[in-house]
C-alpha cells in the first residue's frame, strides 16, 4: 500500500470518526434546532456545549473533507495540488458524489466564516449555527459516498 492509500484510508476514518461525533450531538440539540432566538444564551450549559462542538465538526468534516478529495484525485491522476474548493466541487459533482457542486461551495463558504470571522451580533452566531445544522447532512452524505467511491476503487475506506 502507498503512503497515498494509507493517507486516503486515514482521512475517510477521520471523516467518519467526526461525522459521528457531530451525529452524537443531534439529541442534545434536536429539541431546540434549527434555533428560533435571537441569543444562544437562551440555551442551557448543555445546548450551548453542543453547539460549539457541533460547529467545531462542522469545520473539521469539511475540511477533512477537502483533503480526501484532494487525495482521492491525485491517486488518480489529477493534478490535485491545483485543485480549488470549487474544483473539488466539480469534482464531486462529476462523480455524482454530491448533486451540484454549488452545494459544496455552500459547506466552504459558511466553513471559511465560521473559521476566519467571529461574529460579534449574537443574531450572526444564531444564523451560523443554524446554516452548519441544515448543511452537516450534506457533509455526511459527501463522507457516505466518498467512502463508497474509494472502495469502488479499491482504496483503502
Not at 75 to 92: E, P, Y
Not at 110 to 123: A, K, S, T
Not at 137 to 154: M, Q, V
Amino acid at each position: 500500500m502507498t503512503d497515498t492509500e494509507v493517507f486516503i484510508g486515514r482521512t475517510l476514518a477521520r471523516c467518519r470518526r467526526v461525522a459521528a461525533g457531530a451525529e452524537e450531538l443531534v439529541p442534545l440539540l434536536a429539541g431546540v434546532m434549527p434555533f428560533g432566538g435571537e441569543d444562544l444564551a437562551a440555551l442551557n450549559l448543555m445546548q450551548r456545549t453542543a453547539a460549539t462542538a457541533f460547529l467545531k465538526r462542522f469545520e473539521q468534516l469539511q475540511d477533512l473533507i477537502a483533503r480526501a478529495v484532494r487525495a482521492i484525485a491525485g491517486w488518480t491522476g489529477v493534478d490535485a495540488g491545483s485543485m480549488t474548493h470549487r474544483d473539488i466541487g466539480d469534482w464531486l459533482e462529476k462523480h455524482a458524489l454530491v448533486s451540484d457542486a454549488e452545494s459544496w461551495m455552500v459547506a466552504v463558504r459558511l466553513r471559511n466564516r465560521l473559521v476566519h470571522e467571529y461574529p460579534i451580533e449574537e443574531q450572526e452566531q444564531v444564523r451560523r449555527l443554524n446554516e452548519s445544522w441544515a448543511t452537516m447532512p450534506l457533509l455526511r452524505t459527501i463522507t457516505d459516498n466518498l467512502g463508497a467511491y474509494a472502495e469502488g476503487k479499491g482504496l483503502p475506506s
